[in-house]
Antibody
Framework: EVQVLESGGGLVQPGESLRLSCAAS????????MRWVRQAPGKGLEWVSA????????QYADSVKGRFTISRDNSKNTVYLQMNSLRADDTAVYYC???????????WGQGTTVTVSS | EIVMTQSPATLSVSPGDRATLSCRAS??????LAWYQQKPGQPPRLLIF???TRATDIPARFSGSGSGTDFTLTISSLQSEDFAVYYC?????????FGGGTKVEAK
């Protein structure tokens, strides 16, 4: 079964850092891009970041550029999202998603909650 | 950035009704559009990609159409399990963007 499982969410203060992890299984991990999407409480979906299968190409939303870094370890079938200088408006459920040949997301994790509050 | 606009924001329907949801892109995205369904407390689920191709295990009552800037998701005969929020997403270029969602609720 193809699945992805996020971890690493929690409560942090503004300006602090957090690293999310996403463990994938059931598919050839290195062959697929991976993407993070977030959803603020009661709001819609916002794409955050993406990384190619090799890890050589990354993309970021303007709202997180310069603060978040996406990376992957294909030997561990895991993708990461390093989040620095966190702000209150980064509060959201963060979903890890599997990419494909098109720019849509065909597998979603259950999400991990990040809360930024003093 | 391509802006995606969904309408209506809320659609009130009865089981067995036909539901029609709209999504408009601020510029042409050819057929590079996906639809997702999200139920409360759950992650989104891919319904449609390429504007009209159903994803794996998606019932035939869901259909997508359109190209360019105007797209439609149709649920031919709404079932009780279809009450949810539906999002469109442009898959044309970066940054990937979603519409604000349409909530399908019971009339």
């Amino acid at each position: 079964e193809v699945q992805v499982l996020e971890s690493g969410g929690g409560l942090v203060q503004p300006g602090e850092s957090l690293r999310l992890s996403c463990a994938a299984s059931g598919f050839t991990f290195s062959a697929y891009a991976m993407r993070w999407v977030r959803q603020a409480p009661g709001k819609g979906l916002e794409w955050v970041s993406a990384i190619s299968g090799s890890g050589g190409t990354t993309q970021y939303a303007d709202s997180v550029k310069g603060r978040f870094t996406i990376s992957r370890d294909n030997s561990k079938n895991t993708v990461y999202l390093q989040m620095n200088s966190l702000r209150a408006d980064d509060t959201a459920v963060y979903y890890c998603t599997k990419g494909n040949s098109g720019l849509y997301m065909d597998v979603w994790g259950q999400g991990t909650t990040v809360t930024v509050s003093s | 950035e391509i802006v995606m606009t969904q309408s209506p924001a809320t659609l009130s329907v009865s089981p067995g009704d036909r539901a029609t949801l709209s999504c408009r892109a601020s510029q042409s995205i050819n057929s590079n559009l996906a639809w997702y369904q999200q139920k409360p407390g759950q992650p989104p689920r891919l319904l449609i990609f390429g504007a009209s191709t159903r994803a794996t295990d998606i019932p035939a009552r869901f259909s997508g159409s359109g190209s360019g800037t105007d797209f439609t998701l149709t649920i031919s005969s709404l079932q009780s399990e279809d009450f949810a929020v539906y999002y469109c997403q442009q898959c044309h270029n970066w940054p990937l963007t979603f519409g604000g969602g349409t909530k399908v609720e019971a009339k």
